[in-house]
């Protein structure tokens, strides 16, 4: 691009911006189409079965057949639904998942019927904050359609799942700092062009893993698929939803996996850029092959996720909690840090052997500081636990501790006193507490689980 | 700003009044609705629109944060908060806060003065230089306003973030529970269900028969006996535990080896 910072964005005629959105649409709906034949084959193919091979070549048509038995059947509303709020869920999901689309790059420009033009719909100096504000309107389509359902599944199912994409979406806008720091635009297409010598996945490694772990959570995909818990939840948000409306649902879950790998192409993989062995031949980068390269890449993304189902595990609810605050989001904090005080110094200090020493340095303070925090937090816990130990063999249970009726601490032995000799301050009568009384934890959850 | 009304194109015109209609309606209907939900969606439609608003006159941050901040965590956390607690219509209306309508009714009267007598006073008597010259002081919209975050207004920005981690801190704070002990873990929970030779896994189902598919008929062991493990205690506690049925057993043994015949 030569001139201004966004020279051809924005000057297309109106068939040319209708065409585009035509074709961004249609490519958007075949993908789903396809996704889901791939997925289904792929995850077949790991669970040593075949899959579906029925419906046109290889059962490619299969998706397409049972979008079409979907839209067919019978649409049941529950009687407690909020019918407006009802409606509206499934089509706030669909529309946003296909807006995000419009600030994706696919390629350099080209010529259509002799007009020159960037393969993208458009572009502007903050899209991929505009892909993020998207993406948590999409969110209102999940709780909305979770709580419209009167029906207790449904919303905790919804709650879970905003929840959980709200979590995740801080530790995903987090991760894209440190790709606005080295590109020095939040502009998509100035991203890809910022990736000219070296992917962003390369130099800025964290980044990309913590992208790529949040861009799973944010889909609810699985191990992350928490929301759409069977044995806990039925279908989650969409339980009662059925026909066109869940078709919709179905339609955002897949638009939206596609949207964060192409996200991902974008900020970390040089976007339509030929990778390295491709990038030496001259036209790789020119006209319509870059489609191709971006296709690829984004294939790829979406076979890690059909990958990642097929092997792991869901995770328990509170663990993966735990995990978006606890672990994703301060690494990324720290991650942060250390990129910008890189990039001052670079910009600062003059680029010599100090950038090595540097560098080095930044190494043994994070690491001393690790091993301080890890040191004060072990010394903490053994004192803790050398403290409560201490007092619970120590302490003796007074019932009346601060002259009010209370419960034995953990490790106090339970005495019977009677009010009357308390009052009149003569004996303790120590009784042997009834069984009831004294179950501690352990027993009653052995208890549960057999009853 | 002596030239605004020639400045505005037809598409400009077009998002105004198409999103100022959407946003005054959004408000109106926030205020008018009965359902707290509903409150909280029309306020979403307002925010939306004021965001569009905002990127048409060329501030896209300002817009996006709008939607990302406002419309994306606020306002999620308010319906967060109204459909775990199920505020609804039924709900009293009555007002517990004497003088509450009045005092409403002061503050935005107020409010409103300030905003009027703020941006009558910069349309009067500053001189603009037009957006170009602005944004071309630091290369960009986006670049301008963190020029202006992080140097002029740095306290201000830092007086706000230490704010809302009060608040924060203070929402922690109220909402925290002191556990005596940990909770416990997978580890300690199977430890404890062994330990007083308790049963590995989950029970025996229920005997299922052709004639009793029901919680109450014991499940068969391999010796003939029945298993008391599959009947649920309160159901025997209740004395409802159904008796082995050994003349149907026999009759099905000797209907399988055709002795009947």
């Known amino acids: 691009m030569t001139g201004s910072q966004f020279g051809l964005f924005g000057t297309d005629p109106w068939w040319l911006v209708i065409l585009k959105v035509l074709a961004i649409f249609v490519m958007l709906v075949l993908l789903t189409l396809f996704t889901i034949w791939w997925e289904r084959r792929v995850v077949s193919r790991m669970q040593h079965r075949i899959g579906p091979n029925r419906v046109g070549p290889q059962g490619l048509l299969q998706s397409l057949m049972d979008g079409i038995k979907l839209a067919l059947k019978e649409e049941i509303i529950p009687k407690a639904a909020h019918r407006a709020v009802y409606w509206l869920a499934p089509v706030i999901s669909a529309t946003m998942a296909f807006l995000a689309f419009a600030v994706i790059p696919f390629g350099p420009t080209v010529s259509i019927f002799g007009v020159e033009t960037p393969l993208q719909l458009t572009d502007f100096p903050v899209s991929v904050l505009y892909v993020l504000a998207i993406a948590s309107i999409g969110i209102y389509g999940i709780v909305l359609g979770g709580w419209s359902s009167g029906s207790t599944y449904p919303l905790l199912g919804g709650l879970r799942s905003s ?11 987090l991760s894209f700092v440190a790709v606005f720091l080295y590109a020095g635009s939040m502009s998509t297409s100035q991203i890809v062009a910022a990736q000219q010598p070296i992917w962003f996945a390369v130099i800025l490694l964290p980044s990309f893993i913590i992208y790529c772990t949040a861009m799973v959570g944010e889909t609810n995909r699985a191990p992350f698929d928490l929301p759409e818990a069977e044995g806990e ?19 955002a879950e897949y638009i939206n996996m596609v949207t964060v790998s192409a996200m991902a192409t974008t900020l970390f993989l040089g976007g339509w850029m030929a990778p390295w062995p491709l ?31 097929g092997t792991l595990p869901r995770m328990r609810y509170d663990q993966f ?36 020493l540097i560098g080095g340095a930044i190494v043994i303070v994070v690491l001393l500081v690790g091993s301080w925090l890890f040191q004060i937090r072990q010394d903490r816990r053994e004192e803790a636990e050398a403290l409560a130990e201490a007092e619970a063999l120590s302490a003796e249970f007074d019932p009346m501790a601060g002259g009010f009726p209370v419960p034995p601490m953990p490790g106090q032995q339970f005495t019977y006193t009677s009010r009357r000799s308390l009052a009149q301050g003569t004996t303790i009568v120590q009784e042997p507490a009834p069984a009831g009384l004294e179950a501690s934890s352990d027993d009653s959850s052995a208890e549960d689980s057999n009853g | ?62 817009g996006m944060v709008q ?45 409103a003065i300030l905003l009027i007598w703020g941006v009558g ?47 924060a801190m203070g929402a922690m704070v109220l909402a925290h529970r002191d556990r005596w002990q940990d909770n416990p873990h997978q580890r300690e929970l199977s430890i404890a269900r062994f330990k007083d030779g308790g049963h590995p896994g989950n029970l025996p189902n229920p005997g299922v028969y052709a004639r009793h598919n029901a919680v109450d008929t014991p499940a068969l062991l391999p010796d003939g006996g029945t298993s008391d493990l599959s009947v649920p205690r309160a159901v025997q506690a209740r004395g409802d535990e159904r008796p082995l049925d050994r003349v149907d057993i026999a009759q099905v043994h000797e209907i399988t080896e055709g002795k009947s015949e």
């Open chain 2, 1 to 62: 700003m002596t030239d605004v009304a020639t400045d505005v194109n037809t598409g400009e015109l077009v998002v105004f009044w198409v999103c100022a209609i959407f946003a005054v309606v959004g408000a109106l209907g926030m205020v008018l609705s009965r359902k707290a939900v509903h409150s909280a969606l029309w306020i979403a439609l307002t925010m939306i629109n004021l965001a569009i608003l905002y990127i048409a006159n060329s501030a896209p941050f300002l």
């Open chain 1, 163 to 173: 929840a959980q994409m709200i979590s995740y979406e801080i530790a995903m806008g």
């Open chain 2, 121 to 167: 006073n910069g349309l009067v008597e500053s001189q603009s230089v037009g957006l170009e010259a602005a944004n071309e002081i630091d290369g960009g919209n986006v670049q301008g306003i963190a020029n202006l975050i992080f140097t002029k207004y740095l306290l201000a920005f830092e007086l706000t973030s230490a704010l809302l981690i009060t608040a």
């Open chain 1, 321 to 356: 909690m735990k995990f978006g605050w606890k672990v994703l989001i301060p690494v990324s904090i720290a991650w942060i840090m250390i990129v910008s005080v890189a990039r001052v110094l670079r910009n600062e200090v003059s680029v010599t052997t100090t950038d090595i």
């Open chain 1, 233 to 251: 939840l039925v279908g989650g948000f969409h339980t009662e939803y059925s026909s066109l409306k869940f078709a919709l649902f179905f339609l």
């Open chain 2, 67 to 111: 939607i990302i901040v406002y419309t994306g965590a606020v306002m999620m956390l308010f319906l967060f908060v109204i459909m775990v607690v199920g505020v609804d219509a039924s709900d009293s209306l009555i007002e517990t806060i004497k003088g509450q309508r009045v005092a409403s009714i002061l503050l935005s009267l107020g409010l």
């Open chain 1, 279 to 309: 990038s030496l031949w001259e036209g790789a980068n020119q006209g319509w092959w870059p489609i191709l390269w971006w296709l690829i890449k984004v294939q790829i993304f979406i076979f890690v996720f059909i990958w990642l189902r």
